[in-house]
Protein backbone atom coordinates (compact mmCIF):
# COMPACT_ATOMS: atom_id res chain seq x y z
CA UNK A 1 0.00 0.00 0.00
CA UNK A 2 0.96 3.50 -1.03
CA UNK A 3 2.64 5.46 1.38
CA UNK A 4 0.75 8.81 2.40
CA UNK A 5 3.08 11.97 1.93
CA UNK A 6 4.27 14.18 4.99
CA UNK A 7 2.20 16.95 5.73
CA UNK A 8 4.26 19.98 6.24
CA UNK A 9 2.00 21.69 8.72
CA UNK A 10 3.02 19.28 11.09
CA UNK A 11 6.90 19.61 11.14
CA UNK A 12 7.06 22.34 13.20
CA UNK A 13 5.09 20.87 16.41
CA UNK A 14 7.54 17.75 15.94
CA UNK A 15 10.55 20.46 15.51
CA UNK A 16 9.60 22.31 18.84
CA UNK A 17 9.39 18.94 20.45
CA UNK A 18 12.11 17.83 19.94
CA UNK A 19 13.83 20.89 20.96
CA UNK A 20 11.84 20.57 24.51
CA UNK A 21 13.41 16.88 24.58
CA UNK A 22 17.04 18.41 24.15
CA UNK A 23 16.61 20.66 26.61
CA UNK A 24 15.22 18.49 29.52
CA UNK A 25 18.47 16.20 28.54
CA UNK A 26 20.41 18.95 29.12
CA UNK A 27 18.80 20.15 32.37
CA UNK A 28 18.97 16.26 33.59
CA UNK A 29 22.36 16.39 32.83
CA UNK A 30 23.02 19.55 34.19
CA UNK A 31 20.61 20.26 37.34
CA UNK A 32 22.12 23.22 38.55
CA UNK A 33 21.40 24.89 35.66
CA UNK A 34 17.54 24.73 36.65
CA UNK A 35 18.24 26.59 39.98
CA UNK A 36 20.08 29.74 37.93
CA UNK A 37 16.66 29.61 35.83
CA UNK A 38 14.36 28.92 38.54
CA UNK A 39 16.60 32.55 40.74
CA UNK A 40 16.86 34.34 37.46
CA UNK A 41 13.05 34.12 37.22
CA UNK A 42 12.09 35.10 40.58
CA UNK A 43 14.50 38.33 40.72
CA UNK A 44 12.87 38.88 37.41
CA UNK A 45 9.31 38.72 38.47
CA UNK A 46 10.17 40.51 41.75
CA UNK A 47 11.60 43.40 40.14
CA UNK A 48 8.56 44.02 38.05
CA UNK A 49 6.02 43.70 40.70
CA UNK A 50 7.82 46.22 42.68
CA UNK A 51 7.86 48.91 40.55
CA UNK A 52 5.06 48.95 38.68
CA UNK A 53 2.22 47.20 40.95
CA UNK A 54 3.66 47.50 44.39
CA UNK A 55 2.46 50.26 46.90
CA UNK A 56 5.26 52.80 47.94
CA UNK A 57 5.89 52.41 51.87
CA UNK A 58 4.28 55.26 53.78
CA UNK A 59 7.01 58.03 54.38
CA UNK A 60 8.32 57.94 58.01
CA UNK A 61 7.11 61.13 59.80
CA UNK A 62 9.32 63.14 61.96
CA UNK A 63 7.80 64.56 64.57
CA UNK A 64 8.43 66.68 67.80
CA UNK A 65 6.72 67.47 71.25
CA UNK A 66 5.20 70.72 72.07
CA UNK A 67 6.91 70.90 75.04
CA UNK A 68 7.02 73.95 77.95
CA UNK A 69 10.20 76.28 78.30
CA UNK A 70 11.81 79.40 77.89
CA UNK A 71 12.83 80.84 74.14
CA UNK A 72 14.63 84.16 73.43
CA UNK A 73 14.97 86.47 70.55
CA UNK A 74 18.71 87.12 70.57
CA UNK A 75 21.76 89.07 68.93
CA UNK A 76 24.61 87.02 68.52
CA UNK A 77 28.45 88.45 68.47
CA UNK A 78 32.09 87.46 68.93
CA UNK A 79 33.95 89.73 70.27
CA UNK A 80 37.25 89.47 72.86
CA UNK A 81 37.41 90.65 76.72
CA UNK A 82 39.42 93.62 78.05
CA UNK A 83 39.81 95.88 81.22
CA UNK A 84 37.46 98.33 81.95
CA UNK A 85 40.03 100.56 82.77
CA UNK A 86 43.78 99.89 81.73
CA UNK A 87 46.37 103.11 82.29
CA UNK A 88 50.20 102.58 80.76
CA UNK A 89 52.41 104.11 84.11
CA UNK A 90 54.88 106.19 82.35
CA UNK A 91 57.74 108.44 83.24
CA UNK A 92 58.33 112.16 82.75
CA UNK A 93 61.53 111.68 82.93
CA UNK A 94 64.64 110.33 81.33
CA UNK A 95 67.57 108.16 82.59
CA UNK A 96 68.11 104.24 83.91
CA UNK A 97 65.62 102.48 85.41
CA UNK A 98 67.17 101.80 88.99
CA UNK A 99 64.82 100.29 90.27
CA UNK A 100 61.13 97.92 90.29
CA UNK A 101 59.05 97.92 93.05
CA UNK A 102 56.26 95.59 91.75
CA UNK A 103 56.50 92.47 89.42
CA UNK A 104 53.93 91.13 87.30
CA UNK A 105 50.33 90.57 89.11
CA UNK A 106 50.74 92.92 92.21
CA UNK A 107 47.69 94.37 93.01
CA UNK A 108 48.78 98.11 93.73
CA UNK A 109 46.77 101.16 95.25
CA UNK A 110 46.19 104.90 94.26
CA UNK A 111 50.09 106.52 94.88
CA UNK A 112 51.89 103.26 95.24
CA UNK A 113 55.81 103.12 94.94
CA UNK A 114 56.17 101.36 91.21
CA UNK A 115 59.34 102.36 90.29
CA UNK A 116 62.64 104.70 90.77
CA UNK A 117 64.77 106.16 88.05
CA UNK A 118 67.68 107.21 88.28
CA UNK A 119 67.94 111.08 89.56
CA UNK A 120 71.39 111.98 89.13
CA UNK A 121 70.73 114.46 86.42
CA UNK A 122 67.52 116.03 87.94
CA UNK A 123 69.00 116.57 91.00
CA UNK A 124 71.61 118.29 89.76
CA UNK A 125 69.57 120.76 88.08
CA UNK A 126 67.57 121.21 90.90
CA UNK A 127 70.72 122.58 92.89
CA UNK A 128 72.00 124.82 90.08
CA UNK A 129 68.09 126.20 90.30
CA UNK A 130 68.14 126.48 94.11
CA UNK A 131 71.75 128.34 93.79
CA UNK A 132 70.59 130.58 91.25
CA UNK A 133 67.78 131.49 93.11
CA UNK A 134 69.58 131.99 96.48
CA UNK A 135 71.80 134.30 94.04
CA UNK A 136 68.76 136.11 92.45
CA UNK A 137 67.63 136.70 96.04
CA UNK A 138 71.14 138.22 97.46
CA UNK A 139 71.06 140.31 94.73
CA UNK A 140 67.76 141.54 95.34
CA UNK A 141 68.73 142.68 98.76
CA UNK A 142 71.82 144.91 97.42
CA UNK A 143 69.01 146.29 94.80
CA UNK A 144 66.96 147.18 97.79
CA UNK A 145 69.62 148.61 99.60
CA UNK A 146 71.07 150.77 96.76
CA UNK A 147 66.85 151.87 96.19
CA UNK A 148 67.17 152.96 100.11
CA UNK A 149 70.47 155.00 99.28
CA UNK A 150 68.74 156.59 96.03
CA UNK A 151 65.58 157.39 97.91
CA UNK A 152 67.18 159.35 100.58
CA UNK A 153 69.41 161.29 98.58
CA UNK A 154 66.69 162.24 96.47
CA UNK A 155 64.40 163.16 99.66
CA UNK A 156 67.65 165.28 100.36
CA UNK A 157 68.47 166.95 96.99
CA UNK A 158 64.41 167.80 96.95
CA UNK A 159 64.70 169.25 100.53
CA UNK A 160 68.04 171.25 99.44
CA UNK A 161 66.61 172.06 96.15
CA UNK A 162 63.15 173.80 97.25
CA UNK A 163 65.24 175.93 99.41
CA UNK A 164 67.69 176.87 96.66
CA UNK A 165 70.49 175.05 98.67
CA UNK A 166 71.07 172.45 95.95
CA UNK A 167 71.24 172.90 92.05
CA UNK A 168 68.83 171.53 89.57
CA UNK A 169 70.85 169.30 87.80
CA UNK A 170 71.52 167.89 91.45
CA UNK A 171 68.28 167.23 91.74
CA UNK A 172 67.77 165.50 88.38
CA UNK A 173 70.57 163.15 88.75
CA UNK A 174 68.89 161.80 92.34
CA UNK A 175 65.32 161.30 90.71
CA UNK A 176 67.18 159.81 87.89
CA UNK A 177 69.05 157.69 90.32
CA UNK A 178 66.17 156.79 92.39
CA UNK A 179 64.21 155.48 89.46
CA UNK A 180 67.22 152.94 88.12
CA UNK A 181 67.26 151.97 91.57
CA UNK A 182 63.34 151.12 91.87
CA UNK A 183 63.70 149.38 88.37
CA UNK A 184 66.58 147.44 89.46
CA UNK A 185 64.47 145.95 92.63
CA UNK A 186 61.72 145.27 90.10
CA UNK A 187 63.76 143.27 88.07
CA UNK A 188 65.35 141.34 90.83
CA UNK A 189 62.04 140.42 91.90
CA UNK A 190 60.84 139.48 88.48
CA UNK A 191 64.66 137.33 88.62
CA UNK A 192 63.46 136.12 91.45
CA UNK A 193 60.25 134.56 90.06
CA UNK A 194 61.82 132.88 87.41
CA UNK A 195 64.55 131.45 88.98
CA UNK A 196 61.83 129.96 91.70
CA UNK A 197 60.18 128.78 88.86
CA UNK A 198 62.76 126.73 87.60
CA UNK A 199 63.47 125.64 90.86
CA UNK A 200 59.85 124.32 91.37
CA UNK A 201 60.72 122.63 87.90
CA UNK A 202 63.19 120.91 88.75
CA UNK A 203 62.25 120.19 92.02
CA UNK A 204 59.05 118.32 89.67
CA UNK A 205 61.53 116.68 87.28
CA UNK A 206 63.59 115.03 90.64
CA UNK A 207 59.58 114.02 91.89
CA UNK A 208 59.15 112.40 88.31
CA UNK A 209 62.05 109.86 89.05
CA UNK A 210 59.86 108.33 91.59
CA UNK A 211 56.90 106.35 89.39
CA UNK A 212 53.59 105.87 91.42
CA UNK A 213 50.44 104.60 89.94
CA UNK A 214 48.05 106.97 89.31
CA UNK A 215 45.03 104.03 89.81
CA UNK A 216 44.13 100.97 92.14
CA UNK A 217 44.17 97.73 89.85
CA UNK A 218 46.71 94.72 88.78
CA UNK A 219 49.81 94.79 86.97
CA UNK A 220 49.02 93.23 84.05
CA UNK A 221 52.50 94.11 81.99
CA UNK A 222 56.24 95.33 82.63
CA UNK A 223 57.52 97.13 80.06
CA UNK A 224 60.68 98.25 80.74
CA UNK A 225 62.86 95.95 82.83
CA UNK A 226 65.26 97.53 85.43
CA UNK A 227 68.92 98.62 84.09
CA UNK A 228 66.62 100.25 80.56
CA UNK A 229 67.25 103.77 79.87
CA UNK A 230 64.04 105.68 78.59
CA UNK A 231 63.75 108.59 77.48
CA UNK A 232 60.67 111.33 77.73
CA UNK A 233 62.16 113.73 75.54
CA UNK A 234 60.27 112.03 72.31
CA UNK A 235 57.29 110.31 73.80
CA UNK A 236 56.28 109.41 77.29
CA UNK A 237 58.07 105.58 77.86
CA UNK A 238 55.52 103.55 79.67
CA UNK A 239 56.80 101.49 82.89
CA UNK A 240 54.16 98.82 83.82
CA UNK A 241 50.48 98.75 82.70
CA UNK A 242 47.77 98.66 85.43
CA UNK A 243 44.57 97.79 85.32
CA UNK A 244 40.85 97.34 87.47
CA UNK A 245 39.92 93.88 86.95
CA UNK A 246 36.92 93.52 89.00
CA UNK A 247 34.80 94.62 85.87
CA UNK A 248 35.72 93.88 83.04
CA UNK A 249 34.27 95.30 79.32
CA UNK A 250 33.46 92.88 76.44
CA UNK A 251 34.22 94.59 73.05
CA UNK A 252 31.88 92.85 70.52
CA UNK A 253 31.69 92.89 66.62
CA UNK A 254 27.88 93.47 65.94
CA UNK A 255 26.91 93.71 62.35
CA UNK A 256 25.31 96.38 60.76
CA UNK A 257 21.92 94.53 60.34
CA UNK A 258 21.54 94.10 63.92
CA UNK A 259 23.13 97.55 65.48
CA UNK A 260 19.04 98.62 64.78
CA UNK A 261 17.97 96.18 66.98
CA UNK A 262 20.14 96.45 70.24
CA UNK A 263 19.95 99.47 72.66
CA UNK A 264 22.54 100.23 75.60
CA UNK A 265 20.83 98.64 79.10
CA UNK A 266 19.95 95.70 77.46
CA UNK A 267 20.97 92.27 79.27
CA UNK A 268 23.28 89.61 77.86
CA UNK A 269 25.26 86.78 78.50
CA UNK A 270 28.32 85.37 77.34
CA UNK A 271 30.66 82.26 77.11
CA UNK A 272 34.34 81.53 76.74
CA UNK A 273 36.56 79.13 75.61
CA UNK A 274 37.41 77.20 78.53
CA UNK A 275 33.86 77.27 80.19
CA UNK A 276 31.46 76.98 76.82
CA UNK A 277 28.54 75.85 79.33
CA UNK A 278 28.89 78.48 81.47
CA UNK A 279 26.97 81.62 80.79
CA UNK A 280 28.27 84.63 82.60
CA UNK A 281 26.12 88.00 82.86
CA UNK A 282 26.71 91.04 80.99
CA UNK A 283 24.84 94.59 80.78
CA UNK A 284 25.23 96.59 76.81
CA UNK A 285 26.59 99.93 77.83
CA UNK A 286 26.58 101.31 74.27
CA UNK A 287 27.65 100.94 70.61
CA UNK A 288 30.10 102.71 68.94
CA UNK A 289 29.29 105.54 66.72
CA UNK A 290 31.97 104.37 64.17
CA UNK A 291 32.87 101.08 62.77
CA UNK A 292 35.52 98.41 63.53
CA UNK A 293 37.57 100.25 60.97
CA UNK A 294 37.21 103.57 61.38
CA UNK A 295 41.10 104.55 61.54
CA UNK A 296 41.12 103.71 57.67
CA UNK A 297 37.86 104.83 56.75
CA UNK A 298 38.55 108.10 54.33
CA UNK A 299 35.06 109.37 54.10
CA UNK A 300 34.40 107.75 50.54
CA UNK A 301 32.89 104.48 49.35
CA UNK A 302 33.75 102.20 46.85
CA UNK A 303 32.85 98.79 45.09
CA UNK A 304 35.58 97.04 47.14
CA UNK A 305 34.19 98.92 50.56
CA UNK A 306 30.57 98.63 49.84
CA UNK A 307 30.74 94.60 49.10
CA UNK A 308 32.15 94.01 52.60
CA UNK A 309 30.26 93.51 55.75
CA UNK A 310 30.25 96.36 58.86
CA UNK A 311 30.99 95.35 62.53
CA UNK A 312 30.35 97.88 65.18
CA UNK A 313 32.15 97.70 68.63
CA UNK A 314 29.24 96.63 71.57
CA UNK A 315 30.93 97.50 74.74
CA UNK A 316 29.08 95.24 77.76
CA UNK A 317 30.30 95.24 80.85
CA UNK A 318 30.90 92.16 83.38
CA UNK A 319 31.43 91.42 87.28
CA UNK A 320 34.78 89.38 87.62
CA UNK A 321 34.72 89.62 91.35
CA UNK A 322 36.23 85.75 91.13
CA UNK A 323 39.08 87.00 88.51
CA UNK A 324 38.20 84.09 86.11
CA UNK A 325 37.61 86.44 82.99
CA UNK A 326 41.13 87.45 81.72
CA UNK A 327 42.12 90.09 78.78
CA UNK A 328 41.75 89.19 75.12
CA UNK A 329 39.57 86.21 76.17
CA UNK A 330 38.16 85.22 73.22
CA UNK A 331 33.94 85.68 74.19
CA UNK A 332 30.47 84.38 72.78
CA UNK A 333 28.17 87.20 73.29
CA UNK A 334 24.41 86.61 72.92
CA UNK A 335 21.87 90.09 73.58
CA UNK A 336 18.51 89.29 74.90
CA UNK A 337 16.25 90.72 72.77
CA UNK A 338 13.53 89.44 73.77
CA UNK A 339 12.59 86.40 76.02
CA UNK A 340 9.72 84.19 77.47
CA UNK A 341 10.01 81.56 80.35
CA UNK A 342 8.30 78.94 80.73
CA UNK A 343 5.68 78.94 77.64
CA UNK A 344 4.67 75.69 75.03
CA UNK A 345 6.81 75.66 72.22
CA UNK A 346 7.73 73.68 69.27
CA UNK A 347 10.05 73.54 66.44
CA UNK A 348 10.24 76.75 63.99
CA UNK A 349 10.93 74.05 61.20
CA UNK A 350 7.06 72.68 62.24
CA UNK A 351 5.29 75.53 61.30
CA UNK A 352 3.49 75.79 57.65
CA UNK A 353 2.08 78.49 55.80
CA UNK A 354 1.00 81.66 57.63
CA UNK A 355 -3.14 81.76 57.62
CA UNK A 356 -4.52 84.83 55.63
CA UNK A 357 -5.97 87.82 57.89
CA UNK A 358 -4.91 86.23 61.27
CA UNK A 359 -2.05 88.03 62.77
CA UNK A 360 0.72 85.51 63.89
CA UNK A 361 -1.86 82.40 62.61
CA UNK A 362 -0.12 79.29 61.27
CA UNK A 363 -0.83 75.91 60.10
CA UNK A 364 0.94 72.68 61.79
CA UNK A 365 0.30 69.00 61.04
CA UNK A 366 -0.31 67.39 64.20
CA UNK A 367 0.42 63.79 64.29
CA UNK A 368 -1.93 61.37 65.98
CA UNK A 369 -1.37 57.67 66.57
CA UNK A 370 1.87 54.54 66.91
CA UNK A 371 4.60 54.82 64.73
CA UNK A 372 4.19 53.98 61.19
CA UNK A 373 0.18 54.45 61.43
CA UNK A 374 0.29 57.93 62.08
CA UNK A 375 -2.89 59.68 61.17
CA UNK A 376 -1.68 63.65 60.19
CA UNK A 377 -4.36 66.93 60.79
CA UNK A 378 -3.35 70.23 60.04
CA UNK A 379 -4.52 72.58 62.62
CA UNK A 380 -4.64 76.41 62.83
CA UNK A 381 -1.71 77.41 65.61
CA UNK A 382 -1.00 81.21 66.91
CA UNK A 383 3.01 81.96 67.77
CA UNK A 384 4.15 84.04 69.68
CA UNK A 385 7.88 84.64 70.02
CA UNK A 386 9.95 82.85 67.28
CA UNK A 387 13.57 83.10 67.12
CA UNK A 388 13.38 80.95 64.12
CA UNK A 389 14.70 77.69 66.25
CA UNK A 390 11.55 77.73 68.56
CA UNK A 391 8.40 79.02 68.59
CA UNK A 392 5.92 80.28 71.02
CA UNK A 393 2.88 78.35 71.21
CA UNK A 394 0.09 80.99 72.04
CA UNK A 395 -2.99 78.83 70.97
CA UNK A 396 -4.04 75.87 69.12
CA UNK A 397 -1.86 73.08 70.78
CA UNK A 398 -1.91 71.23 73.84
CA UNK A 399 1.54 70.28 75.37
CA UNK A 400 2.83 66.68 74.60
CA UNK A 401 0.92 66.68 71.31
CA UNK A 402 3.21 65.72 68.41
CA UNK A 403 3.82 68.40 65.45
CA UNK A 404 5.17 67.00 62.28
CA UNK A 405 8.82 68.51 61.38
CA UNK A 406 9.35 66.65 58.41
CA UNK A 407 9.83 62.78 57.16
CA UNK A 408 13.00 60.75 56.80
CA UNK A 409 13.06 61.10 53.21
CA UNK A 410 13.57 64.85 53.74
CA UNK A 411 10.36 66.85 53.29
CA UNK A 412 9.66 69.82 55.02
CA UNK A 413 6.46 70.41 57.56
CA UNK A 414 4.66 72.32 55.29
CA UNK A 415 4.76 69.54 52.72
CA UNK A 416 2.47 67.01 51.85
CA UNK A 417 2.92 63.26 52.25
CA UNK A 418 4.41 61.36 48.97
CA UNK A 419 1.85 59.69 46.87
CA UNK A 420 3.17 56.49 45.03
CA UNK A 421 5.61 56.39 42.26
CA UNK A 422 4.53 57.68 38.15
CA UNK A 423 6.02 56.58 35.39
Known amino acids: MRRAPRSDSCWPIRLEQHTLNNMWKKIKAHPWWTLLALVLLALAGWFVYTQWFAKPPAPTLITAPVERGDIEDAVLASGTIQAARLVNVGSQAS ?73 KADYQAAQQTLAVAQADLKAADAQIAQYAVRAQTAQANVGYTRITSPTTGTVVAIVTEEGQTVNANQT ?59 TSYEGKATASTSS ?25 VTIVLQQAKNVLAIPAGALGKRVKGQERTYTVRVATGAKGEQTVAERQVKIGLNNRVQAEVVSGLKEGEQVVVGDASGGKA ?5 GPRMF
Open 95 to 167: GQVKKLHVKLGDVVQVGQHIADIDATTQQNNLKDAQAALTSARAQRGAREAALVKARAEFTRQKYMYERDAAS
Open 236 to 294: APTIVKVAQLDTMTIQAQISEADVPRVKPGMSAYFTILGEPEHNYPATLRSVEPGPIDM
Open 308 to 332: NAVYYNGLLDAPNADGKLRIQMTAQ
Open 414 to 418: SGQLR
